[in-house]
């Protein structure tokens, strides 16, 4: 007769065993990436002035070349903001300058020390507690402004010719016939890997499971064969 008792701490282990498996790799296998949602294109790029103290632009987002099957799938995600910047040769800036999303009556400002923008590069500004359905399909604005850079010392904003997302506006009201080169992109998360983890992990158990279950098993020896042939034959 099979003795349960010799099983219960094996099936407790593996239990186990799955359930530290779920808790502590489910960060290590979730993977974060950014999905580019809405973008600007590249045409006779020029440099904005540079983004000193008082400086001021701002130009809207044109929503109207947004996918609706992407904003179903990232309603919920983090939104970051990617512009290209110019640093003129990778000089050593200066100060601050502040980049904000205006959502109808709502300013997310974020503030950039101007050291750490690479030249030409596109420079990631992320707002984590704002969310894509926030700003989705509703009248945003994108407002760079200097803090306390000096001339000589400040970064600068390429901008396009390409002006179907909007057209820049200086702090004096003047429009100019460029547009800010930039991406709107989510944080998406990824549990895949995850998934596959608790998959293998499970795989392994069970592997262990026929390994330990098989070698409890208790064999029939021959004279325990013979006697059971020889009642059989009487």
Known sequence: MMNLKQYILPLI??????ILVSIRL??????????????????????????VADFYMMQPLNWTLLDNEVF?????????????????????????????????????????DAKTVRDNTNHRICFEDLKFVDIAFKPVEIVLEGINSQKGAAISAWMTQDVR????????????ERSLIFSVETIRVSNDKFIHSIILSLICCLSCALVFFASTCTPINSNSKKNFIQRDNT
């Open 72 to 112: 179903r799938h990232d309603a919920k995600s983090p939104v970051c903001l990617k512009m290209f910047l110019a640093n003129y040769g990778d000089r050593k800036n200066n100060g601050t300058f502040a980049l904000t999303l205006g959502v109808d009556a709502q300013k997310h400002r974020v503030v950039v």
């Open 165 to 176: 997302q909007g057209k820049v506006v200086y702090k004096d009201g003047t429009v100019l």
């Open 13 to 18: 282990w593996m239990a186990v065993f799955v």
């Open 26 to 51: 489910g960060d290590a296998y979730s993977s974060t990436f950014f999905h580019t949602v809405l973008e600007s294109s590249s045409k006779n790029n020029k440099p904005s002035k540079e983004i």
